[in-house]
């Protein structure tokens, strides 16, 4: 089975600064999508960025952007120029492309504090 | 458009009850899930629907959930005979279909306390 792990519990940003969320997973398969979810006080789950794993670019959204390492199973989060408003957990989930239709594997979480 | 919606958005029952969490989706999407989240924890897969099938049941945690789901439309998760472990959040997402590439847009859950 695929698991997903977030090693940073927490993490804080100062306002306008630049921070990088961590993000391993395990895996045998070798087509398969990843996300990236923002959870805020409301509960609901956001979708900020997602990747094709057969695709070697890195995926960027505005201020967001992905560091894909498919070698070593590693997909980070980078937030650049921090708001206030980008204050939430944040997920990382995988998704297999095989076999039909297939749930979404989350991480634990990180929950980023943005200090103004 | 109207996004993905759950009610009640909070829930508190006693221990023993049934209960049961309503979701929506979106207008149009085939695909419905029900994920829970407990406390500190990430995202559980419970149960998903392809139209009114649900073809993977394997994250149900006991048989005292279950599911159901009304054609391509609204979606019920009971629970019965709670028991204080069952206090999560319990979200619903839905997609436009059922391939690996179809984003999942999800509701904001309900918060279900069991005293």
């Known amino acids: 089975a695929q698991t997903v792990t977030q090693s940073q519990p927490e993490m804080s940003v100062q306002e306008a600064e630049t921070v990088t969320l961590s993000c391993t997973y395990d895996t045998s398969e070798s087509d398969y999508y990843l996300f990236w979810y923002k959870q805020p006080p409301s509960r609901q789950m956001i979708l900020v960025i997602r990747q094709e794993a057969y695709k070697q670019q890195n995926a960027t959204e505005n201020r967001f952007s992905v560091n894909f390492q498919k070698a070593a199973k590693s997909f980070s989060l980078k937030i650049s120029d921090s708001q206030l408003g980008d204050a939430a957990m944040y997920f990382c989930?995988?998704?297999?492309?095989?076999?039909?239709?297939?749930?979404?594997?989350f991480g634990k979480g990180t929950r980023l504090s943005v200090i103004a | 458009g109207a996004g993905v919606s759950q009610s009640p958005s909070n829930k508190v029952t006693e221990k023993g009850k049934d209960v049961e969490l309503r979701c929506d989706p979106i207008s149009g999407h085939t695909a419905l899930y029900w994920y829970r989240q407990r406390l500190g924890q990430g995202l559980e897969f419970l149960i998903y629907?392809?139209?009114?099938?649900?073809?993977?049941k394997s994250g149900l945690p006991s048989d005292r959930f279950s599911a159901e789901r009304t054609g391509e439309s609204v979606s019920t998760l009971t629970i019965q005979r709670t028991q204080q472990e069952d206090s999560a959040v319990y979200l619903c997402?839905?997609?436009?279909?059922?391939?690996?590439?179809?984003?999942?847009?999800f509701g904001p859950g309900t918060r279900l306390t069991v005293l």
């Open positions: 989930a995988y998704r297999s492309a095989h076999s039909g239709n297939t749930p979404l594997v």
């Open positions: 997402a839905s997609s436009l279909g059922v391939i690996a590439a179809d984003t999942q847009y």
């Open positions: 629907f392809q139209g009114n099938s649900a073809p993977d």
